[in-house]
């Protein structure tokens, strides 16, 4: 019930910018965090950065200070900011979300398409 839209992915040079966003709709009572992952070919899907409700963030080592996230709890929407981007940072970039379920309280946690993000050197 719960479905997620990512946009904003592309093909960008290094050193270059993007902004993901990741829309949330549904039987959503609350949200309690708003993430973005990433997998690589022939790689695990990891955490690239994560908020809270609360305002808490989380981000890769590998990213902190290149990107960053933010949410608008109106539009239910979490977006990630990446600048100085790397070749490395080639993946498929997947939003995720966790609260509750309107009207039975359940949680839930949702995922994305993905959306891809492909960096040239």
């Known amino acids: 019930q719960v479905r997620l839209v990512e946009s904003g992915g592309g093909l960008v040079q290094a050193g270059g910018s993007l902004r993901l966003s990741c829309a949330a709709s549904?039987?959503?009572?609350?949200?309690?965090?708003m993430g973005w992952y990433r997998q690589a070919p022939g790689n695990q899907r990891l955490l690239v950065a994560r908020?809270?409700?609360?305002?808490?963030?989380n981000y890769a080592a590998s990213v902190k200070g290149r990107f960053t996230i933010s949410r608008d709890n109106a539009k239910n929407t979490v977006y990630l900011q990446m600048n100085s981007l790397k070749p490395e940072d080639t993946a498929v970039y997947s939003c995720?979300?966790?609260?509750?379920?309107?009207?039975?309280?359940?949680?839930?946690?949702?995922w994305g398409q993905g959306t891809q993000v492909t960096v040239s050197s």
């Open positions: 995720n979300v966790e609260g509750l379920i309107s009207p039975t309280f359940a949680s839930f946690i949702s």
């Open positions: 549904g039987s959503i009572r609350s949200i309690n965090a």
């Open positions: 908020i809270t409700s609360g305002d808490l963030t």
